[in-house]
């Protein structure tokens, strides 16, 4: 990592725990601003996150390791999460999956070689009125069949 | 908003009740009934306290008396008139009268059925492994009277050991998520390596990133071996290359024995807690093969020369000199955790640290050359053990500056733990060896240098001898006691005056000599803390001790651990201290032998400097 | 907004009913806290997050904590398969569910409210984050709100990050006190000690929306639609086999027939009542009731029709709970993946009755044991999937590989 761009996190990182009163509470915030603005959350803002709250590295690595969305090993651009639980499935979830499986060429859990999709599974979605249902980053997408997936997925960017 | 400056809700944290106020109070106590038995305990005391108390046993995994609550296990169910559900007595505070309830059926079957879920996912062999016959997982099973794996018991490993660490193996397949050690690394010693990682079945217990135990700021304290209910964390062990030594003719192999070690190492043959075993200890090493057994002690008072001749120096400087950048307090240095704790987290306080090696560490050096030279064996023979209450020690004498000798100074650290099992090994019942008395030509050493086991030790070793050196009359303690500096309380502050000093040293007249006492690394933050903030200007020297109680409570120490067992242990050492002719440093008739022979220029000398003291490593707390 | 989420209200009287937003606060800043809480009693208001857990007495209790700082969370994790009424409620009817959080937050002294939504919403943030502004604006929060000198109150909106446990009042907490979402110790509970060990009152996005109507149109009113254990009107989330799916306003006490009926379930053999943590109800259970002392729930309806396979179902479930689970405490972290490989035994054939007895008894265990409402409440569709339809999923001479008709 370039020091401009350590430093620059550490200054974001820095202003908004001083927002969130240097507290603990500041955790999440923090993390989701740093996931959503660099796709992931390097060892290096974790640790910066550790000192500013003053709380140890691994607690920092915990929390990460607990929520589904956050991360700490880069994932593609663009994070696509269809929803795997039973009534997505019953609406023909399976067939989505294998679509987009098969258009981008990786399975789910995989990213693309571009770096430009990686494919997960989540549960309930609260879509469950209109499903197949995935989000794509924060959009939400209902009513999926196969070949309108393929077609969102194709126009991300 | 105020820092919430424990990882631990407030609500998971023991209920204490004012002492001022004590239990009398009207509402200060709760009556429950256990099994139809009424109890009276304060408010705020755990169901399982409770039970203790009206002599109900309870089966427990995840709790410890040394910890925060934790209620993961679920093995100390029992059921509560009025709930639904079935309740973790040892995360229920009483804070109203209840009906407890703890051999229904359900209960029963419920606990049953959580040990045979914890044996599912288990996996280990006891005959392969260090703890069995001392492991908590064990002796439920035994106690539950489980004869069958009812959900089966996995035969595939999960994860890798990991034994990049000096100190530590950590070897994940067998355990069970109590999570003793987060709240061993996080709460209590606030060092925090580790921490239970991932959500539902994938939930492990890992460092930061997952990176391997060396490679991330443990102080290698061991603490949270000592609170492990398994053989998940244990302390990585030489016996095999020693065993090896000591057969390898050509090899001379000696040990020296810390103090600690003594006082505990009869609880892994059964007996009480605070069994000095000092005597049988001699004549068993000798038994098992080691050529020369040495008391650590010796160096300790050593470590009270060097150490208290630097104190004296840097206040010379301060209060003579006038030198404003002489680092006062001076901090001690004999607890490898605490150096590695202040490397990490406040290098830029490592100036304050005194200079003066550990004991162990001198002696290391003594042994390759002065004792090389006097036995007139070539060093590069020699075999040097050093037996310890501790864990970090093995990191310790693997720093690469510990070689003043030519050699690495100590070749081996070695725990009170794993001596027993070489002792057991050779089948010999250490209880019943005859007493023997250490080698020469160091001797016995004094009972300064003994109480270095206990929290505050160090501090009263140094008193006795800086307050004689200085005023030419004995501490004004009955029986050499310095009562400040002992006992359990995290931090103990106090003073002495000194007066009537010697002409050498009049420029201390009138001088309060302050010094604080601090043991475990939570504490240590602490006291830095205080440090940083300027509070600690006026005081002269501190005392650290990485572990809670000392070394006594060291992480090579026998298991289990509670506060208990680690007072019986230092009643032990200040019982034997008492008992010694020589009980101050200084008066250690070899010390005298030993400078005037090989350090003729005397303590904080310039060869003195070059074998006795070393340096330390900026570390700090950024993971790469 | 740029999503494609469609929100199908069916019904609605009581909740979606005639409310003018800010309306409740003004009234219920003239009658008082006690008169509040007396309507609030009177209404027989009881928790829509799913334990039930009396409003009234929740509040209460907040309120007469000692403490110098309250809170009151909105709890709009809604992780709960089949479960989407709160989305609804959120981005239909915001006004109703902050309405609510003024008033509880000046019923129990609260200066602070927070609601955790669930990071799956988050396209709705933005659209909530103006609706606050507004009411800033009008003087419904902030300092002096409504002209009531020294009642100060605002709302925070707070992100979650995927983890279904977070739903639990104190793993909520431990959350948005930045810690992994896991479940508390209890008691002491949360209003005593909660967020940051302050007095907290966590409640459903459903039961604060109930609020401003009850303060509006007084506690009777309300407790006169449903049930006399189960007061007011009900939002179910509707999904699965039939012709319009969606949220339904329905009074309290309605059979599983009729809603099936009115929901258009074509062909049905079984509904998941309560989200996956809820029980499978067959059909000739569908005269039972969906009511606090029958079949309680938190408004999650799954309809399964017959060509479903039920194996399957139980499934999806328990893989659910294997990854949700926080991991804690024993009984849930390893029982659901020993229940999770029972049905996998099922699936291959290669089970024994025996065997999944001892699995029953251990969900049986489990309901007891665990730490909190997750793994007590995870065996149930084990338990209620294998019971009810056993000749479905034991038919083919009991050697089990086939089940369900495909
Ligand atoms: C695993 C689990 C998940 C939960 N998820 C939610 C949820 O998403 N939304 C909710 O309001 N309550 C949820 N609850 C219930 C809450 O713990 C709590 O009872 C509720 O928020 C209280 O609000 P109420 O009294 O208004 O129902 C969940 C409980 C458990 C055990
Ligand atoms: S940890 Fe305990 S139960 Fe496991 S193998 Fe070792 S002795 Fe046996
Ligand atoms: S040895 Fe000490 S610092 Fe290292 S993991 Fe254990 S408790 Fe933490
Ligand atoms: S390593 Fe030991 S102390 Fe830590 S959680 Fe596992 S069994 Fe418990
Ligand atoms: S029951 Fe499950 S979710 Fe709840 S505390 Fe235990 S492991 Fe966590
Ligand atoms: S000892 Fe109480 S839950 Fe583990």
Not at chain 1, 23 to 51: G, V
Not at chain 2, 558 to 565: G, M, V, Y
Not at chain 3, 226 to 244: H, I, N, P, Q, Y
């Amino acid at each position: 990592m370039l020091v401009l761009e350590k430093n620059q996190i550490s200054a974001e990182i820095e202003d908004l725990a001083g927002y969130y009163g240097g507290n603990r509470t500041a955790l999440l915030p923090l993390l989701q601003f740093i996931q959503k603005k660099y796709n992931h959350i390097s060892d290096f803002a974790q640790q910066e996150i550790a000192r500013v709250l003053d709380i140890h590295p691994v607690e920092v690595y915990a929390v990460i390791s607990f929520y589904s969305f956050l991360h700490s090993e880069p994932k593609g651009r663009n994070i696509v999460r269809l929803c795997r639980t039973i009534v997505c499935d019953m609406a023909g979830k399976e067939k989505v999956e294998k679509a987009v499986e098969r258009e981008l060429g990786i399975k789910f859990g995989e990213t693309t070689h571009d770096g430009r999709i990686t494919l997960e599974f989540t549960n309930c979605l609260g879509m469950c009125d209109q499903g197949p249902a995935m989000i794509v980053n924060e959009r939400v997408y209902t009513k999926l069949d196969p070949e309108k997936a393929c077609k969102i997925l194709s126009e991300v960017k | 908003m105020e820092k919430n400056k424990s990882r631990v809700p407030i609500s998971q944290q023991p209920y204490q009740i004012d002492p001022k106020k004590g239990n009398g109070e009207i509402g200060g106590t709760v009556t429950v009934e256990i099994n139809g038995k009424p109890v009276q305990v304060p408010f705020g005391t755990t169901i399982l306290d409770a039970c203790r108390e009206a002599n109900v046993y309870v089966p427990t995994l995840c709790h410890h008396p040394d910890l925060f609550m934790g209620g993961h296990c679920r093995l100390c169910l029992v059921e509560v008139e009025g709930f639904r559900t079935l309740q973790a007595s040892c995360a229920f505070p009483i804070t109203n009268p209840l009906k407890i309830n703890t051999t229904t059926n359900d209960v029963r079957k419920a606990r049953r059925h959580v040990m045979d879920l914890l044996l599912s996912e288990h996996h280990g062999d006891c005959y392969a492994c260090v703890r069995n016959n001392n492991c908590e997982l064990q002796t439920l099973a035994k106690e539950m009277g489980v004869d069958t794996f009812n959900f089966g018991h996995t035969k595939e490993s999960r994860f890798e050991i990991d034994n990049s660490s000096f100190s530590l193996l950590r070897d994940m397949d067998k355990c069970i998520l109590c999570r003793r050690c987060v709240r061993t690394c996080i709460d209590l010693q606030e060092v925090g390596v580790l921490e239970a990682i991932g959500k539902g079945y994938d939930t492990h217990i890992s460092t930061f990133m997952e990176k391997p135990l060396a490679d991330v700021i443990c102080i290698n304290c061991g603490q949270c071996i000592n609170r492990c209910p398994t053989g998940a964390l244990r302390a990585n062990d030489p016996s095999d290359e020693i065993w090896k030594a000591i057969e390898d003719p050509t090899k001379h192999v000696v040990i020296q024995t810390a103090p600690s070690p003594r006082a505990g190492i009869g609880e892994e043959f059964g007996l009480e807690a605070g069994t000095s075993l000092t005597g049988n200890l001699n004549t068993a090493l000798r038994r098992i093969g080691f050529n020369k057994v040495f008391d650590t002690n010796f160096t300790a008072d050593l470590t009270i020369m060097e150490e208290g001749t630097e104190l004296l120096t840097r206040l010379k400087k301060a209060l003579v000199d006038k030198d404003k950048e002489v680092a006062l307090p001076q901090f001690t240095s004999c607890s490898p955790g605490w150096v590695k704790y202040i490397e990490h987290f406040y290098p830029e306080y490592l100036d304050h640290l005194s200079s003066a090696k550990s004991p162990q560490q001198m002696f290391g050096t003594i042994i390759k050359t002065f004792y090389a030279e006097e036995a007139g064996i070539d060093p590069a023979n020699i075999v040097s053990v050093a037996l310890m209450p501790c864990s970090a020690k093995k990191f310790e004498c693997n720093r690469p500056e510990m070689n003043s000798s030519g050699y690495k100074d100590v070749d081996y650290g070695l725990t009170t733990r794993e001596l027993a099992m070489m002792i057991k090994e050779s089948g010999i019942y250490l209880p019943d060896e005859e007493k023997s008395h250490f080698d020469d030509p160091f001797g016995e050493a004094s009972g300064a240098g003994l109480i270095f086991g206990a929290t505050g030790g160090v501090m009263e070793a140094a008193l006795r001898t800086a307050y004689e050196l200085i005023t030419g009359r004995q501490v004004p303690f009955e029986n050499l006691r310095i009562e400040a500096t002992r006992g359990f309380e995290g931090i103990k502050q106090a003073s002495v005056k000194l007066e009537g000093c010697v002409p050498d040293w009049s420029f201390l007249e009138g001088v309060d000599l302050k010094f604080i006492v601090a043991h475990g690394t939570a504490n240590a933050k602490k006291v830095m803390e205080m440090l940083k903030a300027g509070e600690l200007k006026d005081v002269h020297f501190v005392e650290i001790m990485a572990c809670p109680g000392g070394c006594l409570g060291g992480g090579g120490m026998p298991i289990p651990t509670t506060t208990e067992i680690r007072k019986k242990r230092a009643q032990a050492i200040y019982a034997e201290d008492e008992s010694l002719p020589v009980r101050k440093s200084h008066e250690n008739p070899f010390i005298d032998v030993f400078y005037k022979k090989f350090i003729p220029e005397g303590p904080c000398s310039h060869k003195s400097h070059k074998l006795l003291h070393t340096h330390y490593t900026k570390r700090g707390k950024y993971i790469v | 907004m740029h999503n494609e989420v469609i929100n199908t209200i069916h019904q609605g009287g009581i909740l979606f009913g005639n409310y003018s937003p800010g309306d409740a606060i003004k009234k219920a800043l003239s009658i008082g806290r006690e008169n509040i809480l007396f309507e609030l009693r009177e209404s027989k208001l009881k928790g829509r997050g799913g334990a039930g857990f009396p409003t009234s007495t929740k509040w209460m209790l907040t309120a007469a904590a000692q403490s110098d700082e309250k809170f009151i969370v909105c709890n709009a994790d809604e992780g709960e398969p089949g479960t989407f009424k709160d989305r609804v409620i959120l981005t239909e009817y915001p006004w109703l569910v902050f309405d609510g959080m003024v008033i509880g937050g000046f019923t129990v002294g609260a200066k602070k409210g927070i609601v955790y939504l669930r990071g799956e919403y988050v396209y709705m943030l933005e659209q909530l984050n103006n609706y606050l502004d507004k009411m800033r604006k009008e003087g419904l929060l902030g300092k002096n709100i409504g002209g009531k000198a020294g009642f100060d109150f605002d709302i925070e909106i707070m992100l979650g990050s995927g983890a279904y446990v977070c739903g639990e009042e104190t793993a909520l907490i431990e959350s948005l006190e930045g810690h992994r979402g896991e479940p508390r110790n209890r008691p002491p509970y949360p209003v005593n000690t909660g967020f940051n060990g302050k007095p907290t009152s966590v409640n459903n996005v459903e039961t604060l929306a109930a609020v401003p109507h009850i303060v509006i149109n007084g506690g009777t009113f309300y407790s006169t639609h449903g049930t006399s254990a189960s007061t007011g009107s009900k939002l179910f989330s509707v999904s699965g086999d039939c012709e319009r799916p969606g949220v339904y306003e329905l009074s309290w006490g309605i059979s599983i027939h009729e809603l099936l009926e009115i929901v258009g379930a074509k062909d049905p053999k079984a509904v998941q009542v309560g989200g996956a943590s809820g029980i499978c109800i067959p059909k000739t259970q569908f005269n039972r009731k969906l009511a606090y002392e029958d079949v309680a729930t938190g408004g999650s309806i799954m309809i399964f029709n017959e060509s479903r396979d039920m194996l399957h179902v139980l499934k999806n479930f328990m893989e659910f709970f294997v990854e949700e689970s926080c991991g804690q405490c024993t009984p849930c972290r390893v029982g659901n993946t020993k229940l999770l490989e029972g049905v996998e035994m099922i699936e291959s054939g290669e089970y024994t009755f025996m065997y999944l007895n001892k699995l029953k008894e251990l969900g049986k265990t489990m309901q007891l044991a665990s730490k909190c409402g997750l793994g007590q409440s995870s065996p149930n569709p084990f338990l209620s999937i294998l019971e009810n339809f056993k000749e479905e999923i034991f038919q083919s001479n009991g050697n089990g590989v086939k089940h369900g008709k495909k």
